[in-house]
Every structure is written in C-alpha cells, then in structure tokens.
C-alpha cells in the first residue's frame, strides 16, 4: 500500500446568528481559522484532526510496481463540506441509565408504547391529510379569484382595444402574491424555501439539517406554497407536502413544540433521534400520499431514502400513516364538493382514469416508449445543468432577502407576460363544446363559439393543464401550440425552481413532459392513416410526464409506484417502469439528479447506497480522523470543559478509555460518550465529589436527558466555577460501553456499510490490543464518496 500524506487541518465558520451551526454559507469556503493538533499524551487525551487533503503524488517504491493499474485513492477536501451539519444519533447509546429503564419496563409497557406508535403515526396522516385538504381548498379558490378577474378583464378590452391594461394587471396581481410568499421566506425562515425534498432525503439519510422540522417552517411553507402557485410560477404544491408531513411528525411526535415552550408531557419516550427520525420517514410518506394519492408509492419514497433503519413494522406503521391521510384528504374534500362520502379525490394532483380501450399499448411500442425515456433524460439533463448554474448565480449575486424577494417578483412578471403573449399571438382556436372540460376559456380573438387553445395551457392552474393534457381529445392541440409551449414553460420552470419561495418541481416537470409527449403522439399518429387509434396522445402525454420527472430527479422505484397509483391503472407499469429507468441511465451519464446537485451544493455530507467503486484499495486507517480526543473514564471536570469549549473542533463523540493497572501501555477502549450527554452530566453538576458529601442526591435518569433534547445548551451557557473544575467526573454509568468498532485495516467498502447500514455517528478505529487509533464519521466516507469529479465542480462552484 502506497504511503499517504495526510494534511490535517482544523475550521471553523461565522455564525450570524449566534446558535451553533446556523447562518453557514452554502458552499464553505470561508474558513476563518485553520489549527493543527497534535497527540497530547500528559493529559491523558488526543485531539481530532479532520482530514483535508491527500496527497496523491507520493513516490512509488520498488513494492508498489505491482499496483501501477489500481485506481488511484480517492481525493477529499473538507472545505466541500459545511460544519453546520451533524448526523443523527440514529444507535441507541446502551449505557446503564438505558439498560435499567428497558429492563424495569413490564410486556405491558412495551405494548403500550407499541399502541403509542400506531396512535402517533394515525395523529401524523390526519393532520397531513388536514394540512393537504387547506392549501388546495385555498389554492383553488385564490387561484379561481384571479383567473375570473383577468378573464373578465381581458374579455372587456378584446374588443376596445387596450389588452396591454389585462396585461399588467395579470402580471401585477402574480408579483403581489409572490412577493407575500417570498417576503415570508427569505426574512422570516429560508429553509422554507423549494420544495424541501433535498432537506428530507438529508434528514431520512442521517443528517440533521438545522430548522427543518420546526413549527415555524411549516407555517411559512404552507402560507408560502399557496402564494407561489396562486401567483402564477411554474411551480407545484405537491412536493412541499413532503416537507410539511415531515414536520407534522417531527412536531406531533414529541409531544411538545418548543417554538411555542409548550410541553403536552405525553410521547416522553419518543424524544431521541432514533424514534424521531423513524416518525419523520412516516411523515414523508403520508406528504406523498396526500400529494399524489398514492399510499404505496409514500412507503416506498421512504424506503428509498431511510432503507438503513427499516424493519416490518415501521413499514407498516407507515403505510398506516400514508393511508389514514389520502382518507382524511378524499374525506374532506368530499365535503367541500358537497358530495360527502364520495372518495374519488384520492390526491392534491389527480391524473384522471387511463381505463379507456382507446388508451392501450402494443408491444411494438415498447421501443417508442424507451426512446421517449431516453429524451426525457436528454432534457431532465439540461434542466439540471441550467438550474446548477443559476443556483451558482444565485448564491454569488443574489444572496440578500431583498434581492431574492425582487428576483421572485420579476420571475413572476415575467412568467405572466410570457403567458399573455403566448396567447395573445397564438391563432390556435378549438370549438368550446357543450362538455368541455376547460374552467377558465378563452375566447380571444377566436370566434363564436371557440376559445383559444394556448390559454388552456398558461391560464390555468398546473395540475388542471397536465389533465387536460392527459384527457382531452384529439385535435384539442396542435403541434405548434405544444412546441412552443414545451419550450417557453421548460425555461421558466428552470428559472422558476431556486427562488426563495415554497414550491414544487414535481409539476412543471409533468407538465413540460406531458406537452411534448402529446406532441410525440400527434406527430406519430400523423404517419399513418389509422395511426390515431394506437398513437393515443394522451397516452404519450403520460409516458412523456414520467419521462421528464425521471429525467430531473432520478427517482425509479417509488416514482413507478407513485404514477402507476395516481393513474389508476396498473397496465401501465411496465412502460413508466422501462421509461424511468431509461430516463434515470441516459440522465446519470451527464450530470446527477436535481436533489441531489442541490445537496451537493448546500456541502452536506450525504451519504449514498455504496461505497465508490475504487475504494476497495482503501482502509478505515485512511479514512478515519486521527489523533482523537479521548476521556479516561474518571476524567476531571475542568478537562472535559476545556474540550468542549473548543471552538475550533467542536466534537460530538469522544471515546472513553482505561488504563490497565500497573501497565505502562497506552489505555484500552472501554466506552464512548456524546457531547449532548456531557453537556447534561455538566448542567447537573454530576461530579463525584459532590456525590459524596450529599446524603440524599437524586439520581440522574433518561428524562434528564429527554427534557433537554433536541435542544441541548451550549457549554458556553453552562457555569461551572473554579472550584468544581477540580472534581471529577465519572463517566462509566453515561457511556455507552459496547461502541462500534473496526480494524484499523478494515476496507473502505466495509466500513461504508456499517455507517450507512447501521445509521452510526461515530465508529472507532481500534488496533490489535483494542487502543483507540482513529474515529470515522459521516464526513469522512463523504469527503472520500465525492471523488474527482464532485472535487473539481465543487471547487470550480467555490472560487
């Protein structure tokens, strides 16, 4: 194995706004400070280092000829990597407080708890299905309100002339609306902003993402998302349902909302990450049932981001969840149709019934089909490559809230005049039948009894244009009109996602695919004289949605399920199967999904399925950060103070070691305690002198630790005076004593599995005679999962 050179450096980032962590820039690349600590072997404790850079241009001795042809180490850089994003104490810390509550606690009581978790899943699929019922109803009746206003207006100045008033007044009345959706975002809580899938993958992954599923963030994602869909923007609302039953189930869960300090004093059990995070995973998926009606599809969404901490019945719990909320959705929506009872409203989105005869497939389309997979990969590629760059523009030119609101309210504008001109200039006219299915026709210029087609398409909501893209007949559209269409809303789509406002991309991408894919059906059906009858297009509408949406966020298994369930009809599988992952190959060649640019961008340490490829050469020994900081099992209090009021470092996890007895060595792993639970043990004044001299002290349990979480204090705001530094504090009864831990020649591979199979924060790197030799967290396997091509588009994204 060729020899590493390993340059170990310290940062650390400004904080705005005081908290640990918060006001980070996006791409870090502003440190501030840069230390490099080495072993101190008097105080009985090491210091971590994070890894910086590896030095890939070692020399080559006479026994490394043989390795000539291997692939080289993978490149790493902490500057890709943002500090102010910490993993998930997703393992359980079995140290004896834990231990003798579980072991005190009846069958009984494990039941309860069982029926506890039904109860809290069933709470978290109402109220998401409450929360979905609210923005549609608003959304359709705002939405409803402007188009009657703009219609009336324009239908007023056709004729005297003076459409340049309807104009402004579209455009005025969109940039109002935006501008209220973005003022509440970018001053009031910026984590609101986009459709909040980035954020939950992350959090389903591991991460715990500052703000995500506070109370405050999903009012301003409710009030946010009505106003951007309302106001015109090629968005959606169903991707930010995801988002808000993420933070239903953060909330509703724990029992309490410490944004309002009130405490229900109920679900006392479920406030640590490992419960928390399992409720979260049902949230999201009761989001995507609620959005789409698809209960099966919301399983497995959080399969596919969460798969490391599944077992038969969460999965159940889950599904549980996702059906209790399309229910409470189609319920109440019942109600508002004034049709109670009638649950055929399974969705925020509703693709109609594909059970017509007209609508089938043959097996010579299959090819036609993958061929539609394969542009829509094409495209979804250039959609992510735009808006990557635009990001990039934005965090460089328009990072204040007063731009970002300017920058939403010109998106708007822009989006209404580009709609008005579409219209204004196009001579597409229809016959408006008896049965038309259009809320808001046009009439225009056309004459009697027609309306303009175009108008179908821009002066709509969009989830009513991508069912009438699906639904209408054939003839509704000519092919001019979808060209133009597809082009105009695919850049405006582009330009729209990355605003600071709550929105979706699961629509317009719909919507974009659904146009040229009618387009597709059109142009085929032409070719032949009886080619109508198989080149159905609303059929190729739907196979050219699925193959947009693949082609943009690369999701296959779950998004199946998700369009075969909003659909209606399961015929369909194979195709939207075949077409997404054609969509998702021809995509992964050229550039990553959009979630996962957007995370990439934001420096989190994400974690994938599997290791990189190349890093079988690799072992924990060059991953892992080395030398760690350590605490003996009786450390002194003063001690563990000065380590946590390191700035510079800032560590979550320190092994606790022991010394053998008469023995020189150096001491041996016996446990390893977390920062949080130092910060109690220190709030407490749990020290054992002062144990000693108190007849009667309270023993510290779990709910000490429970009443602090998630929020636990800083050191900083933690008095501890001159005379208690001197005592000390013992660490055996807090700590958890079976950690795990690996060989110091462990592959890469392996201890990829282990993290992101087990959901671990730390994992100890241990030699021979089990002495503590490194530590590897999420941001070690992260920095090495970039590799050379994340390195250089990020450095590039940096600089």
Same mark, same amino acid.
């Given at each position: ?53 590896? +030095? ?12 000539? /042809? ?22 359980? @810390? ?64 056709? +004729? ?16 109002? &609306? ?45 009030? /946010? ?17 995801? $988002?808000?039953?993420?933070? *239903? ?29 399992? &409720?979260?995973?049902? /949230? ?27 077992? !038969? ?18 319920? &109440? ?7 109670? =009872? ?35 990969? %094409? ?19 328009? $990072? ?116 040229? =894919? ?7 059906? @032409? ?29 296959? %298994? ?9 659909? /209606? ?88 070691? *022991? !010394? ?40 510290? !349990? ?19 005076? !001159? ?42 790197? #241990? ?8 530590? #590897? ?23």
């Amino acid at each position: 194995m060729a020899n590493i050179t390993k340059k170990v450096s310290w940062s650390s980032r400004a904080d705005d706004s005081g908290a640990a962590g918060e006001g980070t820039p996006l791409l870090n690349g502003s440190e501030k400070s840069k230390h490099s600590r080495q072993q101190s072997g008097s105080s009985g404790a090491s210091n971590v280092g994070r890894l910086s850079t590896v +030095d890939l241009e070692e020399e080559i001795t006479s026994e490394e000829e043989s390795f000539r /042809g291997r692939p080289k180490e993978i490149p790493h850089n902490e500057k890709l990597l943002s500090l102010k994003y910490e993993s998930l104490d997703y393992d359980n @810390s079995e140290n004896q407080l834990f231990l003798e509550e579980e072991r005190r606690m009846s069958y009984m009581s494990f039941r309860c708890l069982e029926i506890s978790r039904w109860v809290v899943c069933g709470l978290i699929g109402f109220l998401t299905g409450l929360i979905a019922c609210f923005i549609d109803i608003s959304v359709e009746q705002l939405a409803g309100i402007k188009y009657q206003v703009v219609k009336r207006n324009i239908e007023q100045f056709t +004729d005297a002339g003076g459409l340049s008033i309807s104009l402004i007044l579209w455009a005025v009345l969109n940039s109002a &609306f935006v501008m209220v959706g973005a003022i509440i975002v970018a001053f009031f809580e910026p984590i609101a902003a986009g459709s909040g899938i980035p954020q939950i993958k992350c959090y389903l992954n591991g991460v715990k993402i500052p703000r995500v599923v506070r109370l405050k963030t999903l009012l301003i994602k409710v009030a /946010g998302v009505i106003c951007s869909v309302v106001g015109g923007l090629a968005v959606g609302k169903e991707g930010p349902m995801i $988002h808000s039953g993420a933070v *239903v189930a953060a909330g509703v869960s724990q029992g309490r909302s410490t944004t309002l300090k009130k405490d229900l004093k109920i679900f006392e059990y479920f406030r640590r990450d490992t419960e928390k995070r399992d &409720f979260v995973s049902a /949230g999201a998926a009761a989001g995507v049932s609620a959005a789409f009606g698809a209960p099966v599809g919301g399983v497995l969404f959080s399969l596919e981001e969460g798969a490391s901490f599944w077992n !038969q019945m969460l999965t159940w719990r889950i599904f549980f969840a996702s059906m209790v909320s399309t229910f409470t959705l189609n319920f &109440f929506l019942s109600i508002y149709h004034s049709n109670p =009872g009638d649950l055929s409203n399974p969705g925020l989105i509703n693709f109609g019934r594909f059970d017509s005869d007209s609508v089938t497939y043959n097996l010579y389309e299959i090819p036609l089909f993958i061929a539609m997979g394969a542009i829509g990969g %094409l495209l979804g590629a250039l959609f992510n490559v735009l808006n990557y760059w635009l990001t990039i523009f934005r965090i460089r030119y328009v $990072h204040r809230p007063c731009l970002q609101v300017m920058e939403a309210m010109l998106v708007a504008a822009v989006t209404a005049t580009v709609s008005f001109t579409m219209i204004y200039f196009s001579n597409d006219c229809q016959p408006l039948g008896p049965d038309h299915t259009e809320e808001y026709p046009l009439q225009l210029f056309c004459a009697d009894g027609e309306y303009n087609s175009m108008a179908t398409a821009f002066f709509n909501t969009p989830e009513r244009s991508v069912r009438s893209l699906f639904h209408n007949q054939p003839g509704t559209y000519n092919p001019l009109t979808l060209g133009l269409f597809t082009i105009t809303y695919f850049f405006l789509a582009c330009w729209t996602y990355g605003l600071a406002v709550s929105a979706g991309v699961f629509i317009p991408s719909l919507l974009i695919g659904a146009a040229w =894919g009618r387009l597709c059906g059109i142009l085929l059906a @032409s070719t032949t004289s009886g080619g109508s009858v198989w080149a159905d297009p609303g059929k190729y509408a739907l196979i050219g949605a699925a193959a947009q949406l693949g082609g943009i966020v690369r999701m296959t %298994l779950s998004l199946t399920v998700i369009m075969v369930e909003a659909t /209606g009809n399961v015929t369909y599988g194979l195709p939207i199967m075949l077409v997404l992952m054609t969509a998702k190959i021809v995509g992964d060649y050229f550039v990553e999904g959009l979630y996962d640019i957007h995370i990439k961008l934001q420096s989190v340490p994400f974690l994938h399925w599997e290791a990189p490829a190349t890093s079988h050469w690799l072992t924990a020994r060059e991953v892992m950060s080395s030398p760690v900081t350590c605490l003996r099992k009786i450390e002194k209090v003063g001690h563990i103070v000065e380590i946590l009021s390191n700035t510079s470092s800032n560590h979550n996890g320190f092994p606790v070691v *022991v !010394q053998v007895p008469g023995s020189d060595k150096p001491p041996k792993l016996c446990g390893l305690i977390l920062r949080s639970q130092l910060i109690v043990l220190l709030k407490h004044k749990v020290f054992v002198e002062l144990a000693r001299s108190r007849l009667h002290t309270r023993k510290l !349990q779990l709910k000490d630790f429970r009443d602090a979480y998630p929020r636990f204090p800083p050191i900083q705001s933690i008095h501890v005076s !001159q005379d208690e530094k001197e005592c000390m504090m013992d660490l055996s009864e807090f700590m958890n004593p079976t950690p795990y831990t690996v060989p110091q020649e462990t592959s890469l591979p392996r201890v990829f599995k282990l993290v992101r199979a087990l959901g671990l924060r730390h994992l100890v790197v #241990v030699d021979d005679e089990n002495r503590v030799v490194g530590l #590897v967290t999420r941001k070690d396997l992260a920095r090495y999962h970039l590799g050379k091509h994340g390195l250089e588009e990020l450095q590039l994204a940096q600089t």
